[in-house]
Each structure stands twice: as structure tokens, then as C-alpha cells.
């Protein structure tokens, strides 16, 4: 059974830092890409980051670039995002989600079509307020 949980959200102030996990099992982890997607309450489903099966290849959203970080640990079979300078516009919830193959090879990165993933995890809440 494909299983993806997120852990390391919570409360933070405006400009700080947190770092979000999501724990695979289920598959072979190594050869899947990976994204991470956020909602902010009461809007729509937002891509956020992507990355590759082997961690080489990563891509962000606009609203990210320079300030988010993705990486991979296919030893752990852990996916992470790296959140600095967190703004109050960040607060969501966020997932964790694996590219369908039928999309593309392991070695391509997703893209924010978000009908590219089949497997999500139950979201981990992130808040950033002062």
C-alpha cells in the first residue's frame, strides 16, 4: 500500500524557517518524482515545488523561487521542503503527492498540472502569523 505522511508544520513568525518531511513506503520510492502542493484556506489546490527520482532536477513556483528548497533522501525514502523567509500568504496546508508515471519517466520532473499525481499524503498544516 502506497503511504505518504507529512510531518514538521506548525506555527511560525513571519521570516522564519521550518522544514516539512514527507515519509514514503509503499513503492520504490528512488524512482518516482515528487512534488510538494499546498491549499490556503478556502482557495484551490497550489503547486509548489518538484523534483526528480534522483534529486538533480528541481523546479518551484514563482511564488517560492528563492525562498523554498526541495530535496530528496532516497536512502530514507523521505522527501523534505525547506521553507525560509516565510511570509503570512505561505500559511496552507501542505502535501506531499507522487507523479503518476503515465506523466513521464522518474528522471523528469512534475509539472503544476496537478492531474500528474496519484498518490497524496494527508497534508501537514503550516501557519505563519506574528
Known amino acids: 500500500e502506497v503511504q505518504l505522511v507529512e510531518s514538521g508544520g506548525g506555527l511560525v513568525q513571519p521570516g522564519g524557517s521550518l522544514r516539512l518531511s514527507c515519509a514514503a513506503s509503499?513503492?520504490?520510492?528512488?524512482?518516482?518524482?515528487m512534488s510538494w502542493v499546498r491549499q490556503a484556506p478556502g482557495k484551490g489546490l497550489e503547486w509548489v515545488s518538484a523534483i526528480n527520482s534522483g534529486g538533480g532536477s528541481t523546479s518551484y513556483a514563482d511564488s517560492v523561487k528563492g525562498r523554498f528548497t526541495i530535496s530528496r533522501d532516497n536512502a530514507k525514502n523521505t522527501l523534505y521542503l525547506q521553507m525560509n523567509s516565510l511570509k503570512p500568504e505561505d500559511t496552507a496546508v501542505y502535501y506531499c503527492?507522487?507523479?503518476?508515471?503515465?506523466?513521464?519517466?522518474?528522471?523528469?520532473?512534475?509539472?503544476?498540472?496537478?492531474?500528474?499525481?496519484?498518490?497524496w499524503g494527508q497534508g501537514s498544516q503550516v501557519t505563519v502569523s506574528s
Open positions: 503527492a507522487r507523479r503518476n508515471p503515465h506523466y513521464g519517466l522518474g528522471f523528469e520532473v512534475g509539472t503544476r498540472d496537478l492531474r500528474e499525481y496519484d498518490y
Open positions: 509503499g513503492f520504490t520510492f528512488s524512482s518516482y518524482a
